[in-house]
């Protein structure tokens, strides 16, 4: 484990160094997907059905066929001659690109219409007409789960996809029995969509000359795509090897671009069949109505403890609300991804959770929204309830997590639900946020101003996540292992090229990847050119997303480095005429023990690798390494806020809103920070403001961004960060990644804020987003409300 | 579909050309022009991710016709810099950190440089209101804030 140092020659581990990526993006020279011109372009549009369960009888497409400039339109049929109407998803269910005679959710595909431009292409699909027979509509999740009830899928039994249970069931039912305290709650976790301000989109290039397909999209993963692509079209020729894929620059990610979305693959077909290059492009609708939804768990959470404040075990059943197909992006052995990381910062003796996976009548999906793996359903469910016991025993929130934190001398740590928790101090994070927030001062402040009748509430969140997908004895998705990846060759003047195979989508790749190289090779971070996305060029990878690039790829880097290091140091040797063992390193340079001025610089030696090389050894300079991490990573960190709540209208303010985090070691302060202030304000909004629902025939409610509200400037709270460092011992640099951590953390504290200043009026829980509307209600209902 | 005519000055450029009626001022920009530093983000006017100035005004390009800047001077974000020098906004969100993927951050730079024009010295809740019509899902919006506070002192300086 290297110690963090501000090397600012190389501008190596801990140096704030400024975007390379800033260079394009400011001078509005970035390349986006839909940036892209090929000659002869056409353009693929959606017809997409009014229904959230209905029967098509038929297609009349005549009067977009006539339309200038249309020059076919592609339905189910069409692709079924070629077999790729359905295709696999990554929990290996069945989604359709477009349908043969039945739509089971509102906006899904019905057929593409392909034409000269954009305009036309929409022409086009304003002009084919469908004749649908509207079917009974399944949108509750329980009620898909009675006896008899009305079958989403007919290729499946029931409605219910999955059960799936984890921890010790008999314990913990007997640890519960056995209980002095058990509080009980329901909690749901709201439907949401990323919503990242480009929408997705591909452009398909065939080239049946060489059967060559080339893939520019909106991806994540590149790889992983190319992999399946492969997988779905092997049966017409479309093997791996001739098939590259490209990702772009990319406007957000958080989760929405890891999937294979229909759009794409009639894209690639319609390049086939027409052997002109197909773009793509979604509008907002389609993307926040069609593409992958998060969370959406109802969840049942119970713990058990002591009166004295003492957790002993803690019990989840949850329903997860999965739409007509399961699209969820989970690692295959885990169908409610990493759910059980729920028992949390704390240590309890025992634990048991339960998942149901459902079909219903809406979109597919059940990816992250910046989350690794379900982990944000976990933490606020636990988050939750631990202010629900501490307020049930009559303990205060900060106390009762003090009492029952996994303690600093614990680590490593076997939670009840068997994660090896790798590294953690969380008292410190505490008691940090607590002195950063002046915590005594502000319960006197709370307890004063409830005697005059005014609602004050402070909200804490001491979260534990698991981030770093994953070491292969246990993950895998689709069979693949989840292997970090990096590439680096050093040029004779001791410049370098490093290639990975995750995919940057704003975190800032190009900038602190090249610090880490820097910090272990010595060569300046300025010196180093870092790429990714183009899957002829960087080694395999599965892309980024479940805070995992810096916990994998970021470990490849420092391993890459250090095989180069090895060689380096062999030639130095033969340079000095020297023995290795005698040679010491600084940042940058081999020198001889005992005489600092006769040594090689690292320039020195990438030139000598390819002019003065041993005799014997390969010339050149350069090292691959596939990372296989030994265990995950647990960020964690404490935050409080702080709340008034107008009792005329219910109306929340944040009045402030600490987060301390605590992510290993930091690459670069400057974006570690501005990931915590994204995802802080990723998590404040689920919290307070978006959520998207059905009405009881399908119809979505959140499918634009007049009914879906993402904050803005003025709504956003401005939030005041602090940090610890408890670096990761088995990560090479001590890192474990940062962005998602709040977004994980911060819905509780804001949650926890309110109904700690409702408490006293016997709310215990109200489920997020946190609107005016339901507060007032809740104070209303409470004789609370108050005329200005 | 009718077509008409237009002149249009692009960041100090006279541009003509026949148009549908329909024709959006954004698509004008990126299909026509081939100028993709002005974003799509949304369809209802929502996001700002495609706001260029208008005779100095900041419009959403994605609800304003093409026919309806015939005659008017639109800057893009590709006109920000003068003679390869950065714009004080564009240094502002590069020393702030204030972008991260990068989409919103064209739409934000001629909103807050639109501001800067009217009110030099903006509070940090007049900064915040003026760039309310532009959505960031990314930065949290503190170091858009204070790129634009960068901005405003960097050009007091100049002035």
Redesign the interface.
């Known amino acids: 484990m290297a110690t963090p140092q501000v090397e600012s020659k190389v501008h190596g581990l801990g140096h704030s160094r ?2 390379v ?10 390349n ?1 997907i ?2 892209f ?1 090929l000659p002869g372009m056409l353009h693929l549009d959606i017809v997409r059905s009014p229904y959230a369960h209905a029967k098509i009888t038929k297609i009349h497409t005549e009067k977009a066929l006539a339309t200038p400039g249309v020059l076919a339109v592609i339905d189910g049929p069409t692709l079924q001659k070629y077999n790729v109407h359905n295709m696999p998803t990554l929990m290996s269910d069945t989604q359709m690109v477009l349908p043969l005679d039945t739509v089971k959710y509102q906006y899904q595909e019905v057929a593409g219409v392909l034409a000269t ?3 036309t292409a929409a022409d086009g699909v304003a002009a084919v007409e469908v004749d649908y027979e509207p079917l009974p509509v399944m949108v509750d999740p329980f009620k898909a789960l009675e006896p008899g009830a009305m079958k989403v899928r007919d290729d499946k039994e029931s409605n219910h996809i999955w059960h799936w249970e984890w921890g010790d069931k008999e314990k913990t039912d007997q640890d519960f029995k056995n209980a002095e305290v058990v509080v009980k709650e329901n909690i749901y976790i709201p439907r949401i969509h ?6 997705c989109g591909c452009v398909a290039k065939w080239d049946a000359t060489n059967t060559h397909l080339t893939l520019w999209m909106t991806t994540q993963a590149p790889h992983a795509i190319r992999t399946v692509v492969a997988l779905i079209t092997g049966h017409l020729g479309l093997s791996e090897e001739k098939i590259r894929v490209i990702a772009p ?4 990610g ?1 989760g929405g671009k890891v999937p294979a979305y229909p759009g794409y693959v009639i894209a690639v077909a319609a390049s086939i069949v027409t052997g002109a290059p197909v773009k793509w492009i979604e ?3 389609e993307n926040l109505a069609a593409d992958s939804f998060a969370r959406d768990y109802h969840i049942t959470a119970e713990l058990a403890g002591k009166k004295d404040g003492t957790l002993t075990s803690l019990r989840f059943k949850t329903i997860a609300d999965h739409g007509y197909t399961d699209a969820a992006t989970q690692p295959s052995k885990f169908p409610a991804g990493l759910f059980h990381i729920s028992t949390g910062s704390y240590d309890f003796k025992s634990a048991f959770v339960e998942v149901d996976g459902v079909y219903t009548n809406k979109p597919p999906g059940g990816i992250a929204y910046r989350c690794s793996f379900r982990v944000a359903e976990a933490v606020h469910a636990i988050e939750r309830m631990a202010d629900v016991f501490a307020q049930e025993v009559g303990m205060d929130a900060a106390e009762l997590r003090m009492k029952n934190f996994i303690k600093p001398e614990q680590f490593p740590y076997k939670s009840a639900l068997g994660w090896e928790y790798d590294s953690g101090d969380y008292p410190t994070a505490l008691r940090k946020a607590m002195d950063m927030i002046g915590y005594e001062d502000l319960r006197k402040e709370q307890a004063e101003k409830r005697k005059r009748g005014e609602f004050m509430g402070i909200g804490i969140s001491s979260f534990t996540e698991i981030v770093g997908g994953g070491p292969s004895k246990s993950f895998d998705i689709l069979g693949l292992k989840m292997f970090g990846s990096c590439e680096i060759r050093v040029h004779p003047t001791g410049k370098a090229i490093a290639r990975f195979g995750t995919k940057s ?4 790749h190009e900038t602190t990847y090249a610090q880490i190289i820097a910090e272990e090779l010595g060569i300046p971070a300025e010196h180093i050119k870092v790429e990714e996305g183009d899957t002829d060029t960087a080694p395999y990878g599965l892309g980024t997303y479940a805070s995992r690039s810096t916990p994998v790829d970021g470990a490849s880097a420092a391993i890459a480095s250090r095989k180069i290091r090895d060689k380096a140091k062999k030639i130095a040797a033969h340079l000095l005429e020297a023995a290795e063992e005698d040679l010491e390193w600084e940042t940058g340079r081999f020198y001889v023990k005992g005489s600092p001025d006769k040594g090689k610089t690292i320039q020195e030696i990438a030139f000598a690798a390819y002019t003065n090389h041993p005799q014997g050894m390969e010339g050149g300079l350069e090292a691959v390494n596939y990372y296989d991490p030994p265990n995950l990573t647990y960020p964690f960190g404490s935050y409080i806020c702080v709340v008034d709540i107008d009792r005329g209208t219910g109306e929340v303010k944040i009045r402030r809103f600490v987060a301390v985090d605590d992510c290993g070691v930091r690459i670069n302060p ?2 570690v ?2 990931q915590i ?6 998590g404040f909004a689920p919290a307070m403001m978006e959520e998207i629902t059905y009405d009881e025939n399908g119809n979505i409610h959140g499918a ?3 009914d879906y509200l ?1 904050p ?3 709504e ?1 709270p ?2 005041e960060l602090g940090e610890t460092v408890t670096p990761s011992p088995h990560h090479p640099i001590g890192a474990k990644g940062v962005g998602e951590s709040a977004t994980v953390g911060a819905p509780a504290a804001i949650t926890n804020a309110v109904v700690d200043a409702l408490w006293h009026l016997g709310v215990r829980n109200i489920d997020i987003p946190i609107t005016a509307r339901k507060v007032w209600e809740v104070l209303n209902k409470h004789g609370a409300t108050m005329e200005e | 579909m009718s077509t008409h005519h237009i002149h249009v000055t692009i960041n100090g450029k006279a541009h003509e050309a026949d148009v ?1 009626s ?2 959006l001022l954004v ?1 004008l920009l ?2 026509n022009l ?11 006017t ?2 700002g ?1 495609c706001t260029v100035q208008l005779n100095g005004k900041p419009v959403k390009s994605c609800t304003v016709l093409a026919v309806q800047a015939d005659g008017m001077e639109v800057k ?3 006109g ?2 003068t003679n390869g020098k ?1 714009h004080a906004i ?1 240094e502002g ?3 702030k ?1 204030g ?8 739409g934000m ?1 001629m909103t807050s440089s639109a501001l800067l024009e009217q009110n030099p010295h903006p509070t940090e809740d007049e ?3 003026a ?15 204070k790129a634009v506070q960068y901005a405003a002192d960097k050009m007091a300086e100049g002035a």
Request: proline residues 1%; aromatic residues 8%.
């Open positions: 400024k975007r990526e800033d260079a394009r993006f400011i001078r509005g020279q970035g986006y839909d940036d011109k431009d954009r305009y990323v919503a990242s301000m480009e929408t620059d990319i406007g957000g958080f509008d907002r609708t989508q704003g975190q800032g400057m974006i920070e501005g202030h994204g995802g802080l304000t990723m634009n961004f007049m993402l803005t400037a003025v956003t401005k939030w | 549908e329909r024709l698509h990126r299909e081939n100028m993709t530093g002005t974003h799509i983000g949304c369809d209802t929502s996001c991710a893009t974000v590709e920000l810099a950065l564009q969100f590069h020393e950190h972008l991260q993927c990068g989409f919103c951050t064209p730079m900064i915040r209101h760039i309310s019509g532009n959505l960031c899902r990314c930065t949290g919006y503190m170091n858009i804030v």
